[in-house]
């Protein structure tokens, strides 16, 4: 396992950390903490991705940067058209990282 490399079901576990529905001033106040730790993690996945896709594609040139954005786009399109349950944020990053992790995508 890959230290630099956070896990992609990692999003969808802190999905459903920042769901408990107490009332309570702790409760709130651990939510607020759960939901920063789920943009620090949703920002972890973005750099994964932003360093595989830039190693992957630093001898490409022009035209297949263009075609590698249309396929990325067309999945990206695809799979908020599924209307997963974890809503489109999630899916897309998923997308991102199984997309960016198959080296027969470059």
């Known amino acids: 396992m890959n230290p630099d490399r956070p896990e992609s079901s990692s999003a969808d576990d802190s999905r459903h950390e920042t769901s ?3 009332a309570s001033g702790h ?3 651990s939510g607020s903490q759960d939901v920063t730790m789920s943009e620090a993690k949703v920002s972890s996945h973005v750099d994964y991705i932003k360093r595989l896709f830039v ?3 630093e ?3 022009i035209p ?9 786009m067309k999945g990206i399109f695809e799979t908020k058209d599924k209307g997963v349950e974890d809503g489109p944020r999630y899916s897309i990053l ?8 198959n080296t027969a995508n470059f």
Not at 65 to 72: A, F, K, Q, V, W
């Open 55 to 57: 190693e992957r594609t």
């Open 27 to 29: 409760a709130e106040a």
């Open 20 to 22: 408990g529905g107490e």
């Open 64 to 72: 297949l940067l263009e075609r590698l954005y249309t396929r990325i």
């Open 59 to 61: 001898n490409y040139g």
């Open 94 to 101: 998923r997308f991102l990282v199984k997309f960016a992790e």
